[in-house]
């Protein structure tokens, strides 16, 4: 196991400037205050990292800035798609010369291909990669990734060394870990859900790409440590807080803003992304951001915000309802 | 063409009293009225009619009722869908017995079976019924029945007269009538989708079981002649309105509350559906009523209510996320 | 804890005689059977139990046969959902009567509800049960049951104790947990989701219903109980193996045709299902019996196929593609 | 009327070179081909145009030949989406100046998008282009655009003129064209599911994107001017014979290929495409390619394959069944 990619690697968000350029001197910064708070590699140019919004030359420049920051201390592992085979295989070049300890590519978007198109893609980079690959399963945004078609990859093709996967399907985890190790042992398994971490770890996953390690490292970290050294009742706790965490930032708002808005609050300057938000966006963002303030203060990260957190409540639809009754005849009185 | 099932069936909502039970009286008086506004025929126990939500026993009886109050005025689709092959052959032998046209058995529910075993379902039922049967797919709460067992049932059983297709996926009905036509012209095919009817009696089906033909017959029957005489702008036209009340009736509450309530302002006693619902739907629906009672209204079928109709207009997300803002405040004021 | 249901229950079929009515004295040997391996619980009229393709005076007999035999020996947690509320109502009643320990009620399906609509189906029927209810949440066969739903439920109705849930998702689970146990402490999670049983029970299930406990109580038990003695490395291995059993039996057949054909490999006289196959189905479930004999041959639970069991391998799909390309040039001489 | 875009405009296929460059030459002929057969207007960079799959500088030098090219003979939709708001409105107007009619820009795909993500997203460019807009809805590759979006960008963006939708769902084209039609009578509505032209042209449609055009543009544009004529008997024959044309070259291969192997048929040389194909997928390549050869000879536009083309058939799947169980017992018998 000592060879195999292990722990939790960051899917870095990247700060921009006032101008929307990446903003360099914040992205370093950035760099070494997650190195020195325990991650064990980094992942830019992935999902959280918004590989999509930047263009070819920016991806370029992210993982020329980080591995040169980086230096060495830890693994990381670039995100390497590009609009084909050509361009992708291009990027693993450059991303081996600057010594990237692997690549990670993700399934075909847009298009949805057959398993036979996807092996097919993978097959093509493998074959022709200098560096590492693992191979990186989002069905939610890319073409799903099945397990004879991880099995056969990891058969045919040596560069191939492990997939990160995000599906959160934990029996999906243990079917590719089933089908796999026995021929590759050296395969590393990764999960992108930290809803999951805890269950994952145990099953027999390697580590995790999780993007809540970019905004609370301390506590990504430490899930994983008490989680390996068996201490499941402190493990436990740790990861229902961690889901709370998880939860606020994906599902409040237009992914990765909630992961954004949270990065803001720990004291990073990470600009506003640029896919645009609307006005009834920005209020969202806003109620998620002093939700995420009280939810970060209660692990002691910053301070309260200013009136104080709410004890936790609900509210009842039906009541609800009444309030929405009265608001809906307000605007249809509007309307006439 | 004469043989085939043809013309605008209705999917009968069920009257029940104040104690819940069948209301035979209204239910005789709402056939009699279906017919004198011109349906071509009636189609009981449908999804329209809650088949699931009345005991076997009671499935029976609506049978009983309808076919005996139609009384060969036009012909009969029963819905004979039971627990298992056994108890819907039965069925079909009973409701032959009573002088339907033919029965439609929906594809099984609940389990989703591959094609195999839908076939293997319906070409048991078929080679033991007495009675014509008529498929029926409703991909959207029971196992599809794709093109290629439509065919393969087509070809094989006799007593399979047709479908009744509810996806409402066009080029799927041309995809069916393509590959069965040939060999059975016999064969029928309605939709159960009110908002392509028009443009589906185009490419070639032959009618349809339409809820709105159980609320607005006159509507319904006029597109079905509008269409079939050429009379394509008016037919058109005709054919928003109904999208319009279908989209009204279908979305605005729990299936088929909307078209209950419609019924209701038709002048039926229709009674409260097995359904419970909670306050918050009560006032969904009751903000229902009277936006199809203005529909209707302006259709020249009933009254519009007090207070008159409001002009369309709507309001911007924006601007409702100012006021849902305020409204956000004040629950969090109280809930503290 | 100690009044929380927990353990294995046991999603029983329902063994059929040669006129597929049920086969009662083979029924009872099945239940002594099960609780003499330590299945913790009967769960008759589940999934499984395909309660759906029996009739309503099947289902009352089935739950008659069940508790008698079981004879208060391990508590039964009766599936009670039918037609409407009334009659579930009726059915609760009579499950009461007999001395059901609680029923279990499936999410309205067919029609698939709104939040609003589950909660007032379960609070209508929680309102006028005299005995308790499990909510049974399997979205992919009827409505789901939220998170937030669940949470009102088990606030507002005490008879509400506890939520079998088949979705297989962990952190669901885990949300569900952090929401409702710490205002219903007696309140119970079991999962329907054999794959996951370990890290279910590690993340704070109490326990499940589990499918594979009807083929192969000893193991589903064994599973239990090393999870809950912190043995993880034994349970990791054994659950990876009921996973293999699991997948066998759930995806290579129509379910649960599978579970049957592995029950009869265990001695039972299961009778055919009442869900027809077609030959092309028949075909596949002998090929699936020979799967099955070998993994319950290499658990030491029956003996080997006549001829062996072949060493695990796989096909390559491109291997395949050249054979099937025969295939096909042989069909397609035919069909000239 | 006059002033929409109305017609069939072709998503073209970009020829590539045997060292996967773009072929200038051929394209150029390529578009002089679709012009002389009455294509209304060309629509490059789309998702036939395999967009994803070139670097930003081809997609710019694609549509400079294509400009050049057609030379003001016909309008050009051009395809304008890039990696991010200020990227794509950089292409605005570059293809402003290279004098396209207007571009037309897909949603946001990759990450799913809220309708107010969506909303803001194509705000933000409209705002700042100098060139027509028409919205590209897609929803099984991209995020979804809902009506109440379309309407509300039609409200606020006079630059926004019109939706390219592929969904295939002609209730929804309604529902756009009903609530936005009104207030901007310019706005066009194009759909790109060539399975239904006929019916969405019929309802209101103002003509299509249509990827069946780029290979049979003789078809598809007389299918186009049949159904404005009023012709509905030939039009109805000749949508049905599209579908059948359409269904074979979407279904059979991973998309775009099966188009492309088309148009290889039509005499184009278009090169191999840039996502590698396993050598499964060659075979089903090699079928389909002799399928279409028929179905293309039967049209008149090819001659038959040698061998010659095999009556309509289909292959039962019991009978299949028997077939393949031989094949799988080889398969067995060499795998020990």
Same mark, same amino acid.
């Not at 398994?189 to 970019?214: E, K, Q, R, V, Y």
């Given at each position: ?194 809803? %999951?971490?805890?269950?994952?770890? #145990?099953?027999?996953?390697? @580590?995790? $790409?999780?993007?809540?390690? &970019?905004?609370? =490292? ?70 998620? %951001?002093?939700?995420?303030?009280? #939810?970060?203060?209660?692990? @002691?990260? $910053?301070?309260?915000?200013? &009136?104080?957190? =709410? ?26």
């Amino acid at each position: 196991m000592s060879d195999r990619l292990n722990g939790i690697f960051t899917p870095n968000i990247v700060p921009l400037d006032d101008r929307s350029r990446i903003n360099e001197p914040e992205l370093r910064k950035y760099v070494d205050w997650l190195i020195e708070r325990g991650v064990h590699g980094l992942y830019p140019n992935g999902s959280t990292g918004e590989f999509t919004r930047f263009t070819a030359e920016e991806r370029r420049r992210i993982i020329e800035i980080i591995t040169d920051q980086v230096s060495g201390r830890v693994p990381v592992l670039a995100g390497a798609a590009e609009a084909n085979v050509r361009e992708t295989i291009h990027a693993c070049e450059h991303y081996h010369s600057l010594g990237a300890r692997a690549v990670a590519i993700v399934s075909p978007f847009y298009y949805r291909l057959t398993q036979a198109g996807v092996f097919a893609y993978f097959k093509e980079i493998a074959d022709h990669s200098p560096i590492d690959i693992t191979l990186y399963n989002i069905p939610m945004f890319a073409s799903p990734i099945e397990v004879a078609t991880v099995r056969r990859l990891a058969d045919q093709c040596p560069r191939v060394v492990g997939i990160k996967d995000s599906s959160g399907d934990l029996p999906h985890m243990m079917r590719m870990i089933a089908a796999v190790r026995p021929s590759r042992p050296d395969f590393s398994f990764l999960t992108g859900w930290d809803a %999951a971490l805890m269950p994952m770890l #145990l099953i027999g996953c390697d @580590g995790g $790409t999780n993007a809540t390690s &970019g905004v609370v =490292p301390e506590i990504t970290r430490k899930l994983y440590d008490l989680t390996l050294s068996g201490q499941l009742e402190q493990a436990r706790q740790l990861q229902y807080r961690l889901l709370h965490l998880f939860d606020a930032m994906l599902y409040s708002a237009e992914f990765p803003e909630g992961f954004r808005a949270a990065l803001r609050l720990r004291g990073f300057d990470t600009g506003l992304g640029r896919q645009p938000q609307s006005p009834s966006q920005q209020l969202e963002l806003d109620a998620l %951001a002093r939700q995420l303030q009280c #939810l970060l203060a209660a692990e @002691g990260f $910053t301070r309260e915000p200013v &009136g104080g957190c =709410p004890a936790a409540h609900s509210v009842d639809p039906d009541q609800l309802a009444q309030i929405v009754r009265r608001v809906v005849d307000e605007i249809r009185s509007r309307a006439h």
